[in-house]
C-alpha cells in the first residue's frame, strides 16, 4: 500500500516516514500544501495523511479540493487542535479518520491499516483466497497453515493482490501502488518480483492461485 505524507515539521516526517516504512508501507513526503494536493490529485496513493497546519494551502483546502474533484482516497487529518468543532469540519469536508497531536505512532499506524482495508472494502484484516491466507496486519502470509517467507516488498505485492481478489491487476497498477517515488523504475520489476512470490506461494503439488493475463496483468484467485 503507498502512502502519501504531508507534514511541514522535519522531525514528524522522519519519525512517522520511518514508521510506515517499518510497517511494510511505500511513502512519499512532502512539506507543504500545494505539492501535496498536486501529488495526492496524481498519484496512486491508497491513503493520504494530511496536516491540517501547512504552509501555502493547508490541509483542508487540501481536503476539500480533492473531494470537490473527486478524489476518494482515503485522508487521514492530523491537527494540534483538541477540540470538537475542529474535528467536526474535517469530518464534514470528507475526511475518513482524525488524529491528535502528539500521538502515539503506534495508533497511527492502526489508524492507516484501517483506512487500506477501507480502501478495498475490507473489514477482516485475514484475507482468504483459496487456502491462502493473508494478514494485513501482521504483514504475514501462510499456504495451507504453514508460513510463506516474504520480503517486504513481495508481501506489499501480495497484499495489494489480495485486496483486489478476483480482479486482474496491471503492471503499471501495481508500480503505483507499491513501489515509491524514489525507486528506480526497472521495465521487468514487477514481473520479477511477481516470479518469486508465485515460487513462494505455490508450492510443488499445490493449486495455481497467482495467474497471468497475457497482456493485462495479473489476478490472484482460485
Known amino acids: 500500500m503507498r502512502i502519501l505524507y504531508v507534514e511541514d515539521s522535519r522531525h514528524l516526517q522522519k519519525s512517522v516516514a520511518t514508521a510506515l516504512k517499518r510497517a511494510g508501507y511505500s511513502v512519499d513526503v512532502c512539506g507543504d500544501g500545494a505539492e501535496g494536493l ?10 493520504a495523511i494530511l496536516d491540517i497546519m501547512l504552509p501555502v494551502m493547508d490541509g483542508m483546502e487540501i481536503l476539500r479540493r480533492l473531494r470537490a474533484a473527486g478524489r476518494d482516497l482515503q485522508v487521514l ?18 475526511a475518513d479518520d482524525y488524529l491528535v497531536k502528539p500521538f502515539a ?24 483466497i483459496g487456502d491462502l491466507v493473508v ?7 501462510a499456504r495451507a497453515g504453514t508460513s510463506v517467507d516474504l520480503l517486504p516488498r513481495e508481501f506489499r505485492i501480495l497484499e495489494y493482490l489480495a485486496m483486489r481478489a478476483g ?5 503499471t497498477d501495481i508500480w503505483n501502488h507499491v513501489y515509491d517515488e524514489l525507486t528506480e523504475p ?20 499445490s493449486a495455481r492461485l497467482l495467474h497471468t493475463r497475457r497482456g493485462m496483468g495479473y489476478i490472484l484467485s482460485e
Open 167 to 171: 480482479e486482474v491487476v496491471s503492471r
Open 186 to 205: 526497472m521495465s521487468n520489476a514487477v514481473d520479477s518480483a511477481i516470479c518469486t512470490i508465485r515460487k513462494k506461494i505455490e508450492p510443488p503439488g
Open 135 to 141: 494478514d494485513t496486519a501482521r504483514r504475514s502470509a
Open 38 to 47: 498536486h501529488r495526492a490529485g496524481s498519484a496512486g496513493y491508497d491513503v
Open 77 to 94: 487529518l492530523l491537527t494540534a487542535r483538541d477540540a470538537v468543532p475542529e474535528r467536526v469540519r474535517g469530518l464534514q469536508a470528507g
Open 105 to 128: 505512532l503506534d495508533e497511527l499506524l492502526a489508524r492507516v491499516g484501517v483506512l487500506c482495508r477501507r480502501a478495498y472494502a475490507k473489514k477482516n484484516p485475514l484475507i482468504t
